[in-house]
């Protein structure tokens, strides 16, 4: 299994513009979660699904941000419009179950200049 | 409110020299704590689960250990590849099923 795939790796973007951020995660897993890391806040849940239905989307900043998962094999994270605090690694992360341990992606680097 | 502090917040050591990195946890009630080791530019990948207190687990140079309110990770006779972030979380038994994250401690290990 190639793991969860995220993409892009690196967004550089101007303050106001949408941004779109993408996961797959590995397949047969029912949860999937995203979370925002930065130096002052550490690892912060977003949002998570299950069986693709958002289950808690208390994380979630501000209405700028909404997510959505279509299907069991891909999840986006949108921002409208993004602000320079933004700023920070994305990560998308998928599990099997309720008690396994969560597989993270490599993340996405959001600049918002 | 639950909370989950690690510490120290970095910790530089002599290879060979062992360790240990502490997390303290404030829940209403714990399903499964949970350690990550991160490495630079990479998502963080999975360590240990322990469920409940006195378990501990081993891997290579590493073990875990669970008390009911705190964690150790001990880290013997560590190598330079043994420099990295290490994270603990926690699962709450009534706050649904997402990793809730300390900030981590920064280890580097040097030659």
């Known amino acids: 299994d190639a793991g969860v795939i995220q993409s892009p790796r690196h967004e550089v973007t101007e303050m106001g513009q949408e941004v779109t951020l993408r996961c797959k995660p590995i397949?047969?897993?029912?949860?999937l979660f995203w979370y925002r890391q930065t130096m002052m806040r550490g690892l912060e849940l977003l949002i998570y699904?299950?069986?693709?239905?958002?289950?808690?989307d208390s994380g979630m900043p501000e209405d700028r941000f909404s997510a959505k998962m279509p299907n069991a094999s891909f999840s986006t994270l949108k921002i409208q419009p993004s602000e320079p605090r933004d700023s920070a690694v994305y990560f998308c992360?998928?599990?099997?179950?309720?008690?396994?341990?969560?597989?993270f992606g490599s993340g996405t680097q959001l600049s918002v200049l | 409110e639950d909370q989950v502090t690690q510490s120290p917040e970095a910790l530089r050591l002599q290879e060979g020299e062992s360790s240990s990195l502490n997390c303290s946890y404030t829940?209403?009630?714990?399903?499964?704590l949970f350690w990550y080791r991160q490495d630079p530019g990479k998502g963080p990948e999975f360590l240990f689960t322990?469920?409940?207190a006195g378990e501990e687990k081993e891997k290579e140079r590493l073990k875990a250990t669970l008390t009911k309110k705190e964690s150790f990770l001990h880290i013997t006779a560590p190598k330079p590849e043994d420099s990295a972030t290490y994270l603990c979380?926690?699962?709450?038994?009534?706050?649904?099923?997402?990793?809730?994250f300390g900030k981590g401690t920064s280890l580097l290990v040097t030659p």
């Open positions: 829940v209403s009630g714990l399903r499964g």
């Open positions: 992360a998928s599990s099997p179950g309720t008690r396994e341990k969560l597989f």
């Open positions: 397949s047969g897993h029912d949860y």
């Open positions: 979380a926690v699962q709450v038994a009534f706050g649904g099923y997402a990793l809730n």
């Open positions: 699904f299950n069986n693709n239905v958002p289950i808690d």
């Open positions: 322990l469920y409940s």
